[in-house]
T-cell receptor, first 117, second 112 residues
Framework: GAGVSQSPRYKVAKRGQDVALRCDPI?????LFWYQQALGQGPEFLTY????????KSGLPSDRFFAERPEGSVSTLKIQRTQQEDSAVYLC???????????????FGEGSRLTVL | RKEVEQDPGPFNVPEGATVAFNCTYS??????FFWYRQDCRKEPKLLMS???SGNEDGRFTAQLNRASQYISLLIRDSKLSDSATYLC?????????????FGQGTTLQVKP
């Protein structure tokens, strides 16, 4: 498809398990963002990549969260030793712009809904 | 205090009504402002950018008030299909990465 693709769409994990969430951005998009959206809240910024470089990870809530984009395309968000408070929708977004221009249009995937029991 | 704040609502209005939402931001250095729309269990999608001079797109009008640090969205002649959550988004710095800070969202329900 032409849009941002995320998998899995739904993930149920037991507390303490590790999970990996995948994002396949729109082809050619330079920028990639991960957001966390809790129920009834707006998306909260987690981290940003420009190509393969992770330029901002200020929103990652703890060192249990790790993201990578090794070849500047597909990205993976990994959460280690999941906790109940990690339950949320994890949204990936991509944008064709680099840091010198910003039209504000982020193209979001449908998200990965994580439930930690 | 959150960087971007919105009244979560819900706003319940009849079809044809005019409704307005405000969004306040705390960082006076913020450069770019946007409204996104999010349908239930769907991803956010850009509705419109907000320019200093204000801008209009059909039934939708967005305005920016830098002095008071808020942006607004006005929807005229509401349709049932306008029912959604409206997220305001702020880009904190010029020449930034494109990182956006979102508000909590305002829920709109348009009733027949």
């Amino acid at each position: 498809g032409a849009g941002v693709s995320q998998s899995p769409r739904y993930k149920v994990a037991k507390r303490g398990q590790d999970v990996a969430l995948r994002c396949d951005p729109i082809s050619g998009h330079v920028s990639l963002f991960w957001y966390q959206q809790a129920l009834g809240q707006g998306p909260e910024f987690l981290t940003y990549f420009q190509n393969e470089a992770q330029l901002d990870k200020s929103g990652l809530p703890s060192d249990r969260f790790f993201a990578e984009r090794p070849e500047g395309s597909v990205s993976t968000l990994k959460i280690q030793r999941t906790q109940q408070e990690d339950s949320a929708v994890y949204l990936c977004a991509s944008s064709p712009q680099g840091p010198t221009s910003n039209t504000g249009e982020l193209f979001f995937g449908e998200g990965s809904r994580l439930t930690v029991l | 205090r959150k960087e971007v704040e919105q009244d979560p609502g819900p706003f319940n209005v009849p079809e044809g009504a005019t409704v307005a939402f405000n969004c306040t931001y705390s960082n006076s250095a913020s450069q770019s402002f946007f409204w996104y729309r999010q349908d239930c269990r769907k991803e956010p999608k850009l509705l419109m950018s907000v320019y200093s001079s204000g801008n209009e797109d059909g039934r939708f009008t967005a305005q920016l008030n830098r002095a008071s640090q808020y942006i607004s969205l006005l929807i005229r002649d509401s349709k049932l299909s306008d029912s959604a959550t409206y997220l305001c988004a702020v880009s904190p710095l010029s020449g930034n990465t494109g990182k956006l800070i979102f508000g909590q969202g305002t829920t709109l329900q348009v009733k027949p």
